[in-house]
């Protein structure tokens, strides 16, 4: 009986154990790829928007990574529609003076840093400031980025991020912590990603964010 038992059980094993393998390689092959975008950065920015999203608080289906492990000569930052998953900008980024050179090795909410700071924002509006079309965002992370708005951290036009300064120099160059992008491109992205998409900003630090594992997320009213 026990025999019996045992060549009946086996088969059934085998069975669950090959449809778990084919589920699991089927949802890996499904889950969406973006070039150059690290599938474990898209994971934790994947969580974070819809973290933002059941507050209630994000109006538009759109998601803007920024990853400020790579070095700037690279195109860093991506803008993905969640709902069709269509990659819709890969652009290159600048990061803060206060936060290196060619890497971005330091982080900070502090004024007066010049250094970028990462975690989850909010965008907001669209405004014509002194380097031309510029959008602000606010920072949903308390003590990792909550004082951008106080720090006029925004997305604007930069010189300094085109293809031309990055070959001549090797890198682009910096902004006060502020998201500088080329300015062929800044206008339609910020029409894009305007009044309330997020933008999640990466760097190692983020993956023991305590506010992204919690979705503890602070939105102005």
């Not at 778990?20 to 969406?32: D, G, Q, T």
């Not at 819809?50 to 289906?61: D, I, L, N, S």
Request: charged share 20%; aromatic share 14%; net charge positive.
């Amino acid at each position: 009986m026990k025999k019996k038992f045992k060549l009946l059980v086996l088969p059934i094993i085998a069975i669950f154990l090959i449809a778990f393998v084919f589920l699991f390689h089927a949802n890996a092959a499904n889950a969406p790829s973006f070039p150059g975008l690290d599938p474990d950065v898209y994971k934790l920015a994947s969580e974070a928007y819809h973290c933002a999203k059941a507050q209630g608080e994000v109006k538009k289906p759109i998601l803007t990574i920024v990853d400020f492990s790579k070095p700037s000569f690279m195109k860093r930052l991506w803008v993905i529609d969640m709902q069709d998953n269509e990659l819709l900008f890969h652009l290159h980024v600048a990061q803060g003076k206060g936060s290196g050179l060619f890497y971005a090795t330091h982080f900070s909410n502090a004024p007066g840093s010049d250094a970028s700071s990462l975690g989850t924002f909010l965008t907001l509006d669209a405004y014509k400031g002194k380097h031309g079309e510029s959008l602000r965002v606010q920072g949903l992370e308390k003590g990792i980025n909550n004082d951008a708005l106080e720090r006029d951290i925004v997305f604007h036009p930069a010189w300094y991020v085109t293809p031309q300064f990055i070959a001549k120099y090797g890198r682009a160059g910096r902004s006060w912590g502020c998201f500088a992008v080329n300015a062929k491109y800044s206008t339609d992205l910020i029409d894009t990603i305007k009044d309330g998409s997020v933008v999640f900003a990466y760097a190692k630090p983020e993956q023991a964010d305590p506010n992204l594992k919690s979705c503890n997320f602070i939105f102005a009213k």
